[in-house]
């Protein structure tokens, strides 16, 4: 198909002014040609990232906002409008321009044939054949859908694009993950107030990517920015602020509804088992791209901002976690209250201030919802596959509290973490919310 | 499982602090074995050995599962307490698409036979005696399936004449771009009442299985069904306990009863009563971590429950990362099994390790373990030690007496390269006894009995059960280290929970009946 009839088609559907992020209308028409390359692809993206020993939470997270970004850069100079975010965030320099005359489905499958073998180039043997086969039946499913030049120049850009974005990334010092993320010495003579294993798997004697605050972010100055106040003053003493907030995790521990367990067990997004914290929100935006054929232009600059909310966010996080060094409410509370506690969720192996989840939650939020406005509903089914329900909600802010309270629930952050990892991904949304990405 | 501190007092008193160190001597080279696992992607499981003795001559055989390429059976020719030697017999076993194998004797007729897993139908192929086979499948309509299968066990109902299987399977092998959450039904094969089998019942809800074992878990008196699952494939899923009663439908333990959630890359079960308390511990491999699960007791008055507590990293088991050759990276941990390598008294554990094919986050030299228990129920890596750190690409093994000296050897079957062997010349080892067993009527290898033996105030206790680790398992011998002791006390728990009479035994091999123990040359 003509790139030209594709350009008509999306320009009835209006491009909104990026600065603002205003939301743009929803709409029932057809999604766009390239929509199913990019859903097909990122459904299996989204399975590398569950099956890649190395892509813990942050880890993802800095994938999602690469490939995002690349998506959002081969589509620039095309219909929608799209501007490059070279300049805006940190190190990018201009890509290649693209010609004219380019597919769009093309541009995105060369794209991503190029960045997710690269992004996930150390998964297993069923990733690699996965993403083989992805390939192939993509190419299968757009053959003939241009001419033989349109076709290959296609291509070519979509390829080149990402090879730049990926050599730019090769320079964020977060492109190599040893021992999955693990140090292989931890720590010794450690107070009481600080981390500690809480973990019986021996590699998680170490907390886990200690140094990921010091990865270049993308819209923050540094890891350092938006940087939190401390959390309540470490004591033992009953009817302390630390004492009673580990008390009410301890006390809702022991008297959850069915309610508030699954709702601890929907946001537990555990590395491994899920597509992560970050992938949960992909998930959430894939699924409204399908439910509103969403133009794929749009879908594009939306998961880039996304990836970059969320990849910021926890770069930021990491840097307080390991700031604070704070104690898990599952070591607290052994040593204080009960030691024969059990929370609900495995504690993750790392320090307690702020909640990741928390944070890129509320980045998440905080940048969904400058896209497509407040109030916006959709319902989530990011779990269904694994036998959890779908659950609505009403605006992103909803769900986000929601991700940020199932920490308590689950017995493995504070309350303070909770709500100041709310406020620091609102800061980074903030931030995020201020590239252009349009033409205006 | 009582503390470890409880198993510290109670299950060896009297035995050394540090274990004596196996030594082991590779033969590979002039063992006569030549059998690689191979094969692409379908085959980046499975990969066992059977041990058992097709001819009847008291020496344990072997089969070796050759993935793609045909598997091959060796019968053993080593002399007594010599070097080892096999010779490669045209069997009727030389079967593609092998996964694995698990040897029983099906059909009660004194011959073993074997059930063989592969990428495609399954087959029982029928011991004819001297090491020869045919396959009986539709003669006990046994049906086969066509599935990527991984995981066998067996037992036998009370007064049932046919066993009941369990097949676990693996993942839909037609899904290419998507194969995560495509787990197939694993199956389970009743017999029928006409004789032979019924037609499979799926097990619902399958996650994967890479190794299943009937146990009596708690010592109880009836066995479930334990399912370890690779995560890797599932989706919604976790281990998995079932109850598994003849004439009721199988149902999963569940939260209500105790059971936890647990979702691991699931490889292999290894399961041994440590503390000779007579619940069993289960050691359960996956990668960059493992598993050494132990039963919690119940609160007083209350029925026992399977809660189970990690004991890996207090006891030094986690064999989480090589311990020698400098690949730092996690380790991929297969086949597992628990005998004792040494003959102090106390089970030790064998891991086999791989990359599962290139990966290159996990280590791509990977050391088998030999983890060799203290008495303080602790374990120490001698791998190195004792000569067995090999680098291959392991998949199964078996620690077994193949020379009939008393001391277990190790074969391990290697995904792309030729199995290899190793002889125990461990100078020193305390004695020991290898019983077999013969029971009356069909169930003829007393599958479900436990074996209970004390020397020297030392308890020990096995169950005799057919299924667990990676890809293969045993028939036929079952082993104890006496340590220093010269006579040990004897009783089997036969399967219908009848106790025969404590015998009293020297070092060395017998037969074990009902009516009592026949030495064995």
Redesign the interface.
């Known amino acids: 198909m003509p790139l030209t009839h594709r350009i008509n088609r999306r320009a009835l559907l209006g491009a909104a002014a990026m600065p603002l992020l205003l939301s743009l209308p929803r709409s029932a028409q057809a999604a766009p040609d390239g929509a199913a390359v990019l859903a097909d692809w990122y459904?299996?993206v989204l399975?590398l990232v569950?099956?890649?020993?190395?892509y813990s939470p942050p880890v993802a997270s800095r994938s999602f906002a690469y490939l995002g970004i690349t998506l959002h850069e081969a589509l620039v100079g095309g219909p929608g409008g799209l501007v490059s975010l070279a300049g805006q965030v940190q190190g990018l320099t201009p890509p290649p321009a693209a010609p004219k005359g380019l597919d769009a489905a093309f541009v995105l499958q060369g794209a991503f044939t190029t960045a997710v073998p690269a992004l996930f180039?150390?998964?297993?043997?069923?990733g690699q054949?996965?993403m083989a086969?992805?390939a192939a039946?993509q190419d299968k499913v757009l053959s003939g859908g241009a001419d033989a030049a349109t076709e290959a120049a296609s291509r070519a850009h979509g390829a080149a694009i990402a090879a730049h974005i990926l050599a730019w990334a090769e320079t964020d010092g977060g492109a190599e993950?040893e021992?999955?993320g693990f140090p292989?010495e931890a720590a010794k003579d450690k107070l009481p107030s600080q981390w500690v294993p809480t973990s019986?798997?021996?590699?998680q004697q170490a907390p886990l990517l200690p140094y990921w605050g010091t990865v270049r972010t993308f819209v923050l100055a540094s890891g350092a920015d938006c940087g939190l106040p401390p959390p309540p003053d470490y004591s033992e003493e009953p009817g302390s602020a630390f004492y009673n907030e580990a008390k009410e995790v301890y006390d809702t521990s022991r008297s959850l509804t069915d309610e508030q367990k699954l709702i601890a067990r929907f946001w537990s997004d555990d590395p491994?088992?899920s597509s992560t914290p970050p992938g949960h929100w992909i998930s959430i935006v894939l699924e409204i791209f399908a439910r509103d054929a969403t133009p794929v232009d749009r879908q594009a600059e939306v998961l880039a901002l996304l990836g970059i909310a969320v990849a910021d966010a926890f770069i930021a996080c990491w840097d307080a976690k390991f700031r604070y060094d704070l104690v898990r409410p599952l070591t607290y509370i052994r040593r204080v209250i009960d030691p024969k506690w059990e929370p609900l969720l495995n504690t993750p192996p790392f320090p307690e201030y702020p909640s990741g989840h928390s944070t890129q939650s509320g980045a998440a939020a905080g940048v969904l919802t400058a896209l497509f406005g407040e109030g916006f509903a959709f319902e989530d089914g990011a779990h269904a596959?694994?036998?959890?329900p779908v659950r609505p909600f009403t605006s992103f802010a909803e769900a986000a509290n929601e991700a940020a309270i199932s920490r308590l629930y689950g017995g493995i952050h504070f309350r303070a973490a909770i709500e100041q990892g709310l406020a620091q991904g609102a800061c980074i949304a903030a931030k995020v919310a201020q590239l252009k990405t349009r033409e205006a | 499982m009582r503390s470890l501190i409880a198993l510290i007092l109670l299950a060896a008193p009297a035995l050394a602090q540090e274990p004596l160190a196996p030594k082991y001597l590779e033969e590979t080279a002039t063992a006569g074995l030549s059998t690689a696992y191979m094969g692409d992607w379908q085959y980046m499981v499975g990969g066992g050995a059977a041990v058992f003795d097709c001819d009847g001559d008291g020496a344990q055989d072997l089969f070796l599962s050759g993935g793609e390429a045909p598997s091959g059976l060796y019968r053993n020719l080593s002399e007594k307490g010599g070097p080892l030697r096999f010779e490669k017999r045209d069997s009727g076993l030389e079967i593609d698409a092998v996964t694995g194998a698990w040897p029983l004797d099906v059909n009660g007729d004194g011959n073993v036979d074997l059930a063989v897993l592969r990428v495609g139908a399954n087959k029982l192929m029928r011991g004819l005696g001297d090491c020869r086979f045919d396959d009986a499948s539709a003669d006990w309509n046994f049906d086969g399936g066509d599935a990527w299968s991984t995981a066998f066990a067996a037992r036998w109902e009370p007064g049932a004449d046919w066993p009941t299987l369990a097949v676990g399977n693996y993942i839909d092998r037609k899904e290419e771009a998507f194969p995560w959450g495509s787990c197939t039904p694993n199956w389970l094969h009743m017999p029928a009442e006409s004789g032979g089998f019924a037609p499979p019942e799926e097990l619902l809800p399958s996650f994967c299985a890479l190794s299943i074992l009937f146990s009596d878990w708690a010592g109880q008196g009836f066995s479930d069904l334990r399912v370890s699952n690779d995560r890797e494939y599932y989706k919604g899923g976790q281990e998995q306990l079932w109850h598994i009663k003849r004439h009721e439908d199988p149902r999963l333990y569940t939260e209500a009863e105790g059971w936890k959630r647990l979702r691991i890359w699931g490889m292999g079960i290894a399961s041994r009563d440590l503390d000779a308390d007579g619940d069993t511990e289960l050691f359960l491999t996956s990668m960059a971590d493992n598993k050494l699960q132990s039963l919690v007791p119940p609160p007083e008055g209350k029925p026992v429950a399977p809660v189970y507590e990690d004991q890996a990293f207090a006891r030094g088991v986690t064999a989480h990362r090589p311990y020698t050759g400098g690949d730092l990276h996690p380790s991929t941990a297969w086949h597992a099994q628990f005998e004792d390598v040494n003959n102090d008294g106390l089970a030790d554990l064998f891991v086999a390790k791989g990359n599962v094919s290139s990966m290159p986050d996990f280590a791509m030299k990977d050391p088998n373990n030999l983890l060799v228990q203290k008495a303080d129920g602790k374990f120490a890596e001698m791998g190195d030690i004792a000569g067995v750190a090999s680098m291959g690409n392991a998949r199964g093994g078996a620690l077994a007496d193949f020379n009939r000296d008393g001391l277990m050897d190790l074969v391990v079957v290697n995904r792309w390269e030729p199995a290899q062997i190793w002889r125990n010349v461990t100078a020193g080892a305390g004695g020991f006894l290898q019983l077999a067993l013969a029971d009356e009527g069909d169930n003829r290898n007393a599958i479900g009995a436990w074996i209970e033996v004390e020397a020297d105030g030392h308890r020990q206790r096995r169950e005799i059960t057919v299924g667990g680790g990676h890809g293969g398992g045993q028939l036929g011998w079952t082993h104890f280290g006496l340590g220093a002791a010269t006579l040990a006390k004897v009783r089997v728990i036969w399967p219908d929970g009848a106790a025969g009479d404590w015998m009293e035994l020297a070092p060395g091999f017998y037969r074990v009946t009902r009516a009592g123990a026949e030495a064995q040359p």
Do not use: C, F, W, Y
């Open positions: 459904r299996l399975e569950r099956h890649t020993a190395t180039s150390r998964t297993g043997p069923t054949r996965a086969a992805m039946q993950i021992n999955m292989m019986k798997v021996a590699v491994m088992l596959d694994d036998g959890l």
